[in-house]
T-cell receptor, first 109, second 119 residues
Framework: GQNIDQPTEMTATEGAIVQINCTYQ??????LFWYQQHAGEAPTFLSY??LDGLEEKGRFSSFLSRSKGYSYLLLKELQMKDSASYLC??????????WGAGTKLIIKP | GAVVSQHPSRVICKSGTSVKIECRSL??????MFWYRQFPKQSLMLMAT?????????EQGVEKDKFLINHASLTLSTLTVTSAHPEDSSFYIC???????????????FGPGTRLTVT
């Protein structure tokens, strides 16, 4: 079966760095997405990785290792507004997104 | 760019009635639209995928006669919850996908969601 695993909840301090991990098992693989979702709102796109390596975009970076079925989202210089759920989703061989359950990130002052 | 609207944002209806939710891509033509539901503190659950002019493909366990999807044009899809019951109360989110140079392949653009409460 297809499966995405990510931690349910993480806590970090304002100004610090946090890494949210995601492992995936899918039938075929055509890339991995990270989305941010604030409570009661729709998800917004953060990143897309299809090749191995690190993609940096401002305070947020995303890493992919296809051989390990592993990705992480790195958030630097955390701000209170970064408190949200972070959703990992893998694109399978049919180009369908397989969603993880999301990681709720709590930022403390 | 790539804005998706959803209407209404909130709706309260009585048990047994039907509710229609609209999803529009405002500044692009969507090749595919998706409908999700999300329960509190849970992730997105894909209900169905629709392409303009063809029947929607429903995920296993989703009743197609209860959740009617019409994808009438490249910018509009509707979800009608028929004979709604309290257990249908949820957050319904649509998304749209398009193709083109310079775009992230297979990225989905999400609408703001519709909070449905059935009393």
């Amino acid at each position: 079966g297809q499966n995405i695993d990510q931690p349910t909840e993480m806590t970090a301090t304002e100004g610090a760095i946090v890494q949210i991990n995601c492992t995936y098992q899918t039938s075929g693989f055509n890339g991995l997405f990270w989305y941010q979702q604030h409570a009661g709102e729709a998800p917004t796109f953060l990143s897309y990785n299809v090749l191995d390596g690190l993609e940096e975009k401002g305070r947020f970076s995303s890493f992919l290792s296809r051989s390990k079925g592993y990705s992480y989202l790195l958030l630097k210089e955390l701000q209170m507004k970064d408190s949200a759920s972070y959703l990992c989703a893998a694109l399978d061989s049919n180009y369908q997104l397989i969603w993880g359950a999301g990681t709720k990130l709590i930022i403390k002052p | 760019g790539a804005v998706v609207s959803q209407h209404p944002s909130r709706v309260i209806c009585k048990s047994g009635t039907s509710v229609k939710i609209e999803c529009r891509s405002l500044d692009f033509q969507a090749t595919t639209m998706f409908w999700y539901r999300q329960f509190p503190k849970q992730s997105l659950m894909l209900m169905a995928t629709s392409n303009e002019g063809s029947k929607a493909t429903y995920e296993q366990g989703v009743e197609k006669d209860k959740f009617l999807i019409n994808h009438a044009s490249l910018t509009l899809s509707t979800l009608t919850v028929t004979s709604a019951h309290p257990e249908d109360s949820s957050f319904y989110i649509c998304s749209a996908r398009t193709e083109g140079p310079g775009l992230t392949p297979y990225e989905q653009y999400f609408g703001p969601g519709t909070r449905l409460t059935v009393t």
